[in-house]
């Protein structure tokens, strides 16, 4: 399974931006999609998960400003608002999953640049 990120970009303090997660294909069962994201300097953390029953979780730097949501099966979208400077990472999408009912399988999408500037 691949997942492919679109969406990031350059935005100013206060602005929106809305990335996109789309995986190649349906296995067995999905957990979760979602998003991490890794600012330079320091390590890897969760933004936020999006259940098959679309129930959702976010960190709390980012609930209020940012809203996890899916289209279908597999495709997923983080809408970011109220950007600020603190948001500059790449963002990475993530399926966790099952490829069949045995056998558990985590996937990492190659990643997006968020760069807001203040």
């Known amino acids: 399974v691949q997942l492919q990120a679109s969406g990031g970009g350059l935005m100013q303090a206060g602005g929106s931006l809305r990335l996109s997660c789309a995986a190649s294909?349906?296995?067995?069962?999905?957990?979760?999609m979602g998003w991490y994201r890794q600012a330079p300097g320091k390590q890897r953390e969760l933004v936020g998960t999006i259940t098959s029953g679309a129930r959702t979780s976010y960190s709390n730097s980012v609930k209020g400003r940012f809203t996890i949501s899916r289209e279908n099966a597999k495709t997923v979208y983080l809408q970011m608002s109220s950007l600020k400077a603190e948001d500059t990472a790449v963002y990475y999408c993530n399926l966790d999953g099952y490829t069949d009912p045995w056998t558990p399988a985590n996937y990492w999408g190659e990643g997006t640049q968020v760069t807001v500037s203040s």
């Open positions: 294909e349906i296995i067995f069962k999905i957990n979760t």
